[in-house]
């Protein structure tokens, strides 16, 4: 297994740190293999853009492939909205953490609870924090944090990458969940 240093340097993440993804195909995999997933969007993915394609459109092609439920953090839901997507929920990125850790919710559609949250565009240092209670108390939900930094809090991360490698990591699992 390949080791990646957290981007924020500072944090010390504990003794049980998240796997790093080797190849896009692996996201992909425990998705599909995944009973009630779920993607948590954060306002950054609004400012992100790579040849004219931000990280929301990235969101909405996975949660299109996937019929995911989307929990659009801060304001991002006007995002959404405005690119025609009407199926994500606004909720704060600490409540959307709660509700996760609690054994008792039934989810946004009272189906029962996700077994795994993937995370993206949200702050680095909110993601830290969000993904160690989430690996502390919620050991049922699996985490996949899908944006550019290493995020040793989530169970599987992509180690540091450009922005170009990232993008390009994002259309192929993209690419495996249109072409199912």
């Known amino acids: ?25 692996v996201v992909v995999a425990m998705m599909k293999r995944a009973k009630r997933p779920i993607l948590i969007v954060g306002h950054k993915a609004l400012q992100v853009e790579v040849a004219g394609k931000g990280t929301i459109d990235y969101a909405i092609q996975i949660a299109n492939a996937m019929n995911l439920p989307v929990v659009a953090t801060a304001h991002t839901v006007g995002g959404f909205l405005r690119r025609g997507f009407e199926k994500a929920f606004s909720m704060p990125l ?3 953490a709660n509700r996760l850790s609690d054994l008792e919710w039934e ?3 009272g189906m029962g609870q996700y077994d795994l949250a993937m995370i993206v565009g949200v702050l680095y240092y909110m993601g830290w924090l969000v993904l160690s209670g989430l690996k502390h108390s919620a050991p049922n939900v699996k985490t996949i944090s899908l944006d550019r930094f290493y995020q040793p809090n989530a169970t599987w991360s992509f180690p540091n990458m450009s922005v170009e490698e990232w993008s390009k990591s994002v259309e ?9």
Do not use: R
């Open 107 to 109: 989810g946004l559609d």
């Open 1 to 25: 297994m390949t080791t990646a240093t957290p981007w924020q340097t500072a944090e010390v993440p504990g003794p049980k740190k998240a796997s790093i993804i080797p190849k896009p195909e």
């Open 94 to 96: 600490v409540d959307i």
């Open 172 to 180: 192929d699992i993209v690419a495996a969940l249109e072409a199912k």
